[in-house]
């Protein structure tokens, strides 16, 4: 499911996250947390920007199973929630995710 939310990126979005790690875990420290973005937004990138790990987006399985009643509603969460961690990585904040209906 979460490649193919990520296969349905347009291709210049999905380009610049070549160096994202996408991790499916069983659950986080918050059992209400859907996924998390770990990394330097690209926005927040300078010149010296180097020599770090990748940046990681984690799903959390058990949170978004727990919230949902059937597969369709699964797949239709995962997308949202990868979507939405994607967009952290382009420096888009939760304020304005929440402006575009993506939270």
Known sequence: MVEHAVASLP???ARLMGN????VDHYGDDEDLL???EG???TERLSDYGAVMPDRIT??????????????????EVR??????IAHHFGID????????WD
């Open 40 to 42: 330097v937004p690209l």
């Open 59 to 76: 799903l959390f399985r058990r949170s978004i199973c727990a919230m949902c009643e059937t597969e369709d509603e699964v797949v239709a």
């Open 80 to 85: 949202i929630t990868v979507v939405h961690e």
């Open 35 to 37: 996924g998390r973005y």
């Open 11 to 13: 291709s210049e979005f």
């Open 94 to 101: 939760d304020e304005r995710l929440h402006q575009l209906g």
């Open 20 to 23: 994202v790690g996408l991790v």
